[in-house]
């Protein structure tokens, strides 16, 4: 299984990018990262996946390093709303069972 | 409202009571899982399963939990003989099969006194 490290918190201004870095230097060549966050007191919640190549949704933009070995979340211009913990997720295996981390409270200050 | 949902949010018990918490998907979603997660902590995951068979379970989950899902729609977690250990917030997701696409139901927060 693919281990992680991200750092335990940050702190990003209302209105700026915020960039969440991610190692996954063991991660597998078939294995996908997840992004996921949680809100307080509420379930988590899908952001993103990719596989190789950068993606981007309405939500954020994934960036994979070539080697595969980290990502950064980017959310473009982030809200009070978007302060959260942020977990990101290589798979396990074919059955996709995550497995989580502690992942990064992102705190959003106006 | 279409999303997961899960029953009670919150319920408060005394060490060796029972509990049940119930998950509806979302109705075309083939798997359902249920995970634990404590203050400060990622989910871990508990079970999942594929329509109505659990295909999976983790050493987590002693004898005194049990998931059914019986007609591959909604499931039940129960917690015979709860201890003071077991207090946490119990999630429950699903998606379609083969995808780490989860959906997270909000959650059942148990406290055992």
């Known amino acids: 299984d693919a281990k992680t490290t991200q750092p335990p918190s940050m702190d990003c201004a209302e209105g700026r990018a915020a960039n969440l870095p991610c190692n996954h230097s063991?991660?597998?060549?078939?294995?996908?990262v997840y992004w996921y966050r949680q809100i307080h007191s509420q379930g988590p919640q899908y952001i993103i996946h990719?596989?190789?190549?950068?993606e981007t949704n309405e939500m954020a933009s994934l960036i994979i390093t070539e080697d595969r070995k980290s990502s950064t979340l980017i959310l473009p211009h982030a809200t009070l709303r978007d302060t959260a913990v942020y977990y990101c997720?290589?798979?396990?295996?074919?059955?996709?069972?995550?497995?989580w981390g502690a992942g990064t409270k992102l705190i959003i200050k106006p | 409202d279409t999303g997961v949902s899960q029953d009670p949010r919150h319920k408060i018990t005394k060490r060796g009571q029972n509990v049940t918490f119930r998950c509806d998907p979302i109705?075309?979603?083939?798997?359902l899982y249920w995970y634990r997660q404590t203050l400060g902590q990622g989910p871990e995951f508990l079970t999942y399963?594929?329509?109505?068979?659990?295909?999976?379970k983790s050493r987590l989950l002693s004898d005194r939990f049990s998931a059914e899902r019986p007609k591959g729609s909604f499931s039940t977690l129960e917690i015979q003989r709860t201890e003071q250990g077991d207090s946490a917030m119990y999630l429950c997701?699903?998606?379609?099969?083969?995808?780490?696409?989860?959906?997270f139901g909000e959650g059942s927060r148990l406290t055992v006194l």
């Open positions: 997701a699903s998606s379609l099969m083969e995808t780490g696409e989860l959906f």
């Open positions: 109705s075309e979603h083939n798997r």
């Open positions: 399963f594929q329509n109505e068979a659990q295909l999976e």
């Open positions: 063991t991660i597998s060549g078939n294995e996908y």
């Open positions: 990719g596989l190789k190549n950068n």
């Open positions: 997720i290589p798979t396990m295996d074919s059955n996709y069972q995550l497995i």
